[in-house]
C-alpha cells in the first residue's frame, strides 16, 4: 500500500503541475456563469465508510437536492439543475479536478471505487457485503471505465469487487490509461 500511496502523491502532484490551466480556467467559468462559489463540498463515502468531504467543480445550481443521479432521473429531470457551464464541466471531467486534492490530503487514491454519497445506503451496503469498503475512493475504478454510471449498482459493486481481489499497480495504470481514453472519447457520460 505504501508504493500505491507513493504513486498517487507523485501522479497528484504531476497532474496539478500540468494541469493548473484547466483547473484556473473551470474555476473562471463556474464563476462567470452562476452565481454561487466555484466549488461544491459532497459529503462522501470513504474508506471504512468514514465520511469525508470530496470537492468538485459546481455543475449544478445552488439549492439542487444532493442525490445520485439515477435517482434524480427518476424525479426529475437532472439537466434542468445544470449551470450554463454544467454539461461541458461534467462530460469533459473537468469537475472532477478539485478531487486531486483529496488524494493529497489522503482522502482519495487515484484509482479505487468511485465514493458514494452520504445516501447511497443501497450501494454502500453491497459494498460493505463484499469488503469493497475497505479501499479508499478514487476518482477512477474499473467500473468507472466498465460503464460508468450506465451500469447497474449490483454490477457496479462487482466491478469493485473484482478490482479489490486484483488490485495491482499495473492494473492501476492500466485503469488511469483507459480513464484518458475514455474521456477524451466522452465514453459513457449521460449528463
Known sequence: ????????????????????????????????????????????????????????????????????????NQQSNPNAFLTPVGSFIRKTSLDELPQLWSVLKGDMSIVGPRPALFNQDDLVSLRTEQGVHTLKPGITGWAQINGRDEIPI??????????????????????????????????????
Do not use: C, E
Request: proline share 5%; no cysteine.
Open 1 to 72: 500500500m505504501l508504493i500505491k500511496r507513493l504513486l498517487d502523491i507523485l501522479l497528484t502532484l504531476i497532474a496539478v503541475l500540468l494541469l493548473s490551466p484547466l483547473v484556473l480556467m473551470t474555476y473562471l467559468l463556474v464563476k462567470l456563469t452562476s452565481t454561487g462559489p466555484a466549488l461544491y463540498w459532497s459529503q462522501r463515502i470513504g474508506q471504512n465508510n468514514q465520511l469525508f468531504s470530496m470537492p468538485k467543480f459546481r455543475s449544478m445550481r445552488v439549492g439542487t437536492p444532493q442525490i445520485a443521479t439515477h435517482l434524480m
Open 154 to 191: 449490483p454490477q457496479k459493486v462487482a466491478l469493485d469487487a473484482y478490482y479489490l481481489a486484483n488490485q495491482t499497480v499495473w492494473l492501476d495504470l492500466r485503469i488511469i490509461l483507459l480513464t484518458a481514453i475514455k474521456v477524451l472519447r466522452r465514453d459513457n457520460i449521460t449528463h
